[in-house]
């Protein structure tokens, strides 16, 4: 009698377990549904909507029990940054673009899948280093500069997401290579050491794509960020490219924690 009983108490407690991580990851997915709405909303400027939505977003967030306690502080923060940008009356329509663009990748990450929308910006990121190399060899830097702030405006864009797929370990590599490249003597090392450098930082980015498998690109997504990509570098100067980013970071005072 007791190991009928047991036996019952066992596969009601496995149905229970069951039911509740089919539930979690409804919610998790519409979750990211939402968050492509508030993005989808953002580009044809309807900021109020998408700050409703958010607000319907918060509270469907605290049903989700899946989220390890970095990926909770990681979708907090994009939500806040987001909730921030929109409701900044002086923000421009670029910035609230991004940051719906970014917030919405980083809720992407959070489903588990192999074809994260991060990836699907592998081609323009990888692509402005062909550039960057024919600058370094035909020592152009006006032209080197203006890509270099195409590459890290994309990277900067995709960096939260990274953190919810890409080890710690693959990201520091990656942010130590464009560290060297970012400081002012980066520009007095010889053509073959710079080239070295880019093809470095070139090889650990192709490594960090590799994991994703190849899928269609969202186009609506892609073509808003090339877009506003586009808008940044048109509008900022090298050095205050430089200017704005250590601003964004001290403003911010914190750090997407890295989930692995």
């Given amino acids: 009698m007791k190991r009928k009983l047991t036996i019952c108490l066992l596969l009601a407690l496995m149905c229970f377990i069951t039911t509740a991580k089919a539930e979690d990851e409804g919610g998790l997915k519409e979750l990211n549904d939402l968050s492509d709405t508030v993005f989808q909303m953002t580009r044809h400027s309807q900021y109020d909507e998408a700050l409703q939505v958010l607000g319907y977003f918060k509270k469907k967030m605290t049903h989700v029990n899946s989220l390890s306690g970095a990926e909770v502080r990681q979708v907090t923060l994009g939500f806040n940054d987001l909730v921030r940008v929109l409701k900044q009356a002086d923000a421009s329509d670029t910035e609230k673009i991004r940051a719906a663009a970014q917030f919405r990748l980083v809720m992407d990450a959070m489903e588990d899948h192999s074809d994260p929308l991060w990836g699907s910006l592998e081609r323009p990121i990888m692509a402005t280093f062909s550039a960057l190399k024919e ?9 080197f500069n203006e890509k270099w702030n195409e590459f890290i405006s994309l990277y900067d864009l995709i960096y ?3 953190t919810m797929d890409v080890s710690a370990g693959q990201l520091d590599t990656v942010a130590k290579h464009i560290e060297v ?3 002012d003597g980066f520009q007095q090392m010889t053509k073959g050491t710079k080239l070295e450098r ?4 070139q090889q650990d980015l192709k490594r960090v794509f590799d994991k994703v498998e190849r899928d269609d690109a969202d186009p609506s997504l892609l073509w808003v960020i090339l877009t506003t990509g586009g808008i940044i570098i048109t509008a900022l100067t090298y050095v205050g490219y430089r200017k704005y980013r250590a601003e964004k970071k001290k403003e ?4 997407y924690p890295k989930s692995k």
Avoid: F, Y
């Fill in 160 to 162: 939260p997401s990274l």
């Fill in 198 to 201: 880019l093809t470095l930082l």
């Fill in 135 to 143: 600058d370094v060899s035909g020592n152009g830097s006006e032209n």
């Fill in 252 to 255: 911010k005072k914190r750090e």
């Fill in 181 to 183: 490249i970012e400081q």
